[in-house]
């Protein structure tokens, strides 16, 4: 009885993922001729596909590959390859999960130098996201002045182009150098904070102190008032309230313009 469809698919698909195929196998499933072999054939076609998915995680991660080379990028693009295989006919969203790969297989025991592969990563597929989200630029709204902070009842949110990162490492002048064609920067280890947003179609990412992650983590993306906001903020900064409120007025028009905050 002819192999089902499904179960072809699925073969050929573990092959390719393996690199390799049984060679009776390969005979048994694909036509050959003498002209070309059904190992040719299999071969051509393997290697192809995993090229293809090979460059997109090389386009998707600029950054990192400029960081560890093509050697070492390519072994971590084929442990992900081989475990993870595309389930949509776009590629877009083929490489959503390398970030959650390289921090589930780096080494255990290897110094905190090993979680950075995995960070950098992590901030590239938010830059991905936040170019790909439905932004303010279709919807723009007024730029907020620094009274708007003071006016009570007034709530924001964040808008669907806006992620916000906790990082080990000072990520950003890598990224810059790779945007630029630069020279790869090894990223100083230490506390850094940043906002992915996107704003007249470009997309940045932005340095936060910790008040400032606190005041965008408590408005979320379903919004909050202001002033209860900044209060949430003081609390888990361990900041004076008032000192605290008085700073956002002054940033609260640079956040605006940025595209962090939107009307909720």
């Not at 993870?84 to 877009?92: A, G, I, K, T, V």
């Not at 995995?118 to 989200?133: D, F, K, M, N, Y």
């Not at 919004?223 to 008032?242: I, K, T």
């Amino acid at each position: 009885m002819p192999e089902a469809l499904a179960e072809l698919q699925a073969w050929m698909l573990d092959g390719i993922r393996a690199g390799a195929a049984p060679r009776a196998e390969v005979k048994e499933r694909i036509a050959g001729d003498a002209r070309l072999r059904a190992e040719a054939r299999f071969a051509i076609y393997a290697g192809g596909y995993r090229s293809r998915l090979l460059q997109t995680l090389r386009e998707d991660y600029p950054a990192l590959l400029l960081l560890v080379g093509d050697t070492v990028f390519g072994l971590f693009a084929e442990s992900y390859i081989a475990t993870q295989p595309p389930r949509h006919f776009s590629l877009y969203d083929y490489g959503a999960g390398f970030a959650d790969h390289l921090e589930a297989t780096r080494p255990q025991d290897g110094g905190p130098l090993t979680a950075l592969p995995a960070q950098v990563a992590r901030l590239e597929r938010a830059r991905a996201e936040v170019q790909r989200a439905e932004g303010l630029e279709r919807r723009p709204g007024p730029l907020l002045t620094a009274d708007a902070a003071m006016l009570p009842g007034l709530r924001l949110k964040l808008p669907d182009s806006v992620r916000l990162l906790r990082l080990d490492f000072d990520l950003l002048p890598l990224l810059d150098a790779a945007d630029d064609g630069g020279k790869a920067i090894v990223p100083e280890q230490g506390e850094s904070l940043v906002a992915v947003a996107r704003s007249r179609w470009q997309v940045r990412a932005h340095r936060l102190r910790s008040w400032q992650l606190a005041w965008l983590e408590a408005l979320g993306g379903h919004g909050a008032e202001v002033q209860q906001a900044a209060a949430a903020a003081a609390s888990m900064s361990g900041r004076d309230g008032g000192a605290l409120l008085a700073d956002l007025a002054l940033w609260l028009p640079a956040a605006s313009s940025v595209g962090l905050v939107t009307s909720a």
